[in-house]
Every structure is written in C-alpha cells, then in structure tokens.
C-alpha cells in the first residue's frame, strides 16, 4: 500500500473514518481556487495552495467548516507527495489516507474561521513532490460543515516536472530561416496571368522591320541626291565650254535677211 506524507504529524488511518460523503454541493455556498502554481518542480521547495469559500446566504448564522483536500496524481506516485495544511503560518492537525489511488487529507477540527455571507474562510496547504517520476496532478478542495455535509468544492490541475525539464526553455534558433511561402492556388493563376502573351511581343519585331525599311529608304535618297548632284555639275561645264567658242562684237548675218 502507498502512503502519503501529510504535515508530518498527520498519522495514517484506515480512510472510512474520515472520508468525504459524496453529496451535492449546498446552494448558496461556493468554493474557489485563490492560489494555484501551474508546475510544481521535484526536488524544490513546496508551493502553496490556497481555496476560499464564501456564502450569500442571507438570515442564516455564521458556520465552521473544515477542509477536505483530494490530490489524484497520473504518472506521479503518491509516496511523492509531501502536503503539509497551514493555518496561520503554522502547520494545522489533518488525517491522511488513500482511497482509489487518490489521497484523501483531512482537517483533524474545524477551521478557526467562521463563515458568514459577508466574511470568508480560508483553507492553505504547502505541497512539494520529490522524485523521481514526473506527471500531472490534480487537486479538489471541499468544505464541510461541522456534520460533514459537503458545501463546495473545486478542483484545479498542475504539471509535475523534474528541475531538468523546468530549467529548459526551448527558443527557436536565430540562425534559421523561415522556408519561403508555397503559393497558393488563388496565387497561381495571378502569376501566369503576368506572363506576356504572344500578341504582347507584336509590337517588338515591328518596330525592328520599320528601322530596316527606313534605313533602306534613307540610302536611296541619299544615292539619288548625288546622282543629280553631279549631272548639275556637268551641265555647269557644258555651258561653261559653249561660252568660251562664242565670238565677241561680231554677229553672223541671218540667212535670207534683208540687206541694209
């Protein structure tokens, strides 16, 4: 059988003297979780757990409660478990014991508080774990009243880590690049619409054919531009050569003129 560390005190009795009934919770009376740790760490030293009860009950007189704490663990042993109630600031009398693989923890009298719609009683317990399984747990917080009906309850949860697991803190490497995004479906066709059609490249190669042609153009005028030049040039000497065989002051008689 499993034992369960409570408060160091605490002796182990056989769990029907103490165990909760299993009734509903009383209307008008409600339980909370005030502190939580969210990871307990093996080997270090014990976290508090801290429920609250309050009422609205109204034209009923204050009562005493007393706390019941279940721990039910998964991958953790229960000999693992050290619990110890605090009130305050000292450790308060509790019987332990295991019922179906879950500890049961309670208050050996009733808490010193008193519960009335406008004041509230606290229950506080210091928990730590030891090695060497790692695992979650589970904790529920009840309070009695001092026939032991139950008037609330409330659960909360916990990881159990071991020091190496909770000194680890994973953070990505700076040197790693993110892998460039696959395009999409609705991507794809943008893409190939930004491709140039054939009709896009028409322009291109006619302008190429328009600079042959006009180049072609260009060198006739200008082979035609001489041509003409020098035909003026030898109709110039031509005329020149006429010039020089003509006589000066003398004029041949016209033929069939008259005489003076």
Same mark, same amino acid.
């Given at each position: ?152 309850? @409330?659960? /909360?949860? !916990? ?6 697991? %909770?000194? $680890?803190?994973?953070?990505?490497? +700076? #040197? @790693?690049? /993110?892998? !460039? ?6 991507? %794809?066709? $943008?893409?190939?619409?930004?491709? +140039? #059609? ?63």
């Amino acid at each position: 059988m499993r034992h369960l560390a409570a408060g160091g005190a605490a002796a182990l009795v056989a769990v029907g003297l103490f165990a909760t009934p299993a009734r509903a919770d009383v209307d008008g009376f409600a339980v909370k979780i005030d502190q939580a740790p969210a990871t307990f760490t093996i080997g270090k030293a014990a976290r508090t757990l801290t429920a609250v009860i309050s009422t609205e009950r109204e034209g009923r007189r204050c009562l005493k409660v007393r706390w019941a704490l279940t721990v039910e663990t998964k991958g953790v042993s229960l000999d693992q478990i050290r619990v110890t109630r605090v009130e305050n600031d000292q450790a308060f009398g509790v019987r332990a014991g295991i019922e179906d693989d879950a500890a049961q923890i309670v208050d050996q009298r009733l808490d010193p508080g008193q519960l009335c719609r406008d004041r509230t009683v606290t229950g506080q317990w210091a928990i730590a774990f030891e090695g060497p399984d790692d695992g979650e747990v589970t904790f529920t917080a009840r309070a009695l009243d001092a026939t032991g009906r139950v008037l609330s309850t @409330t659960s /909360s949860g !916990a990881q159990v880590v071991s020091p190496v697991a %909770a000194s $680890a803190s994973p953070s990505p490497s +700076p #040197s @790693t690049e /993110s892998p !460039a995004p696959e395009p999409t479906e609705e991507e %794809a066709p $943008a893409a190939e619409d930004s491709e +140039p #059609s054939p009709a896009a490249l028409v322009p291109a190669s006619s302008s190429t054919s328009v600079l042959g042609i006009g180049l072609i153009v260009g060198a006739l005028m200008v082979f035609v531009g001489v041509g003409m030049l020098l035909r003026l040039r030898a109709r110039n000497r031509r005329n020149a050569a006429w010039a020089a065989e003509a006589p000066t002051g003398f004029y041949t008689a016209p033929r069939g003129g008259r005489r003076p």
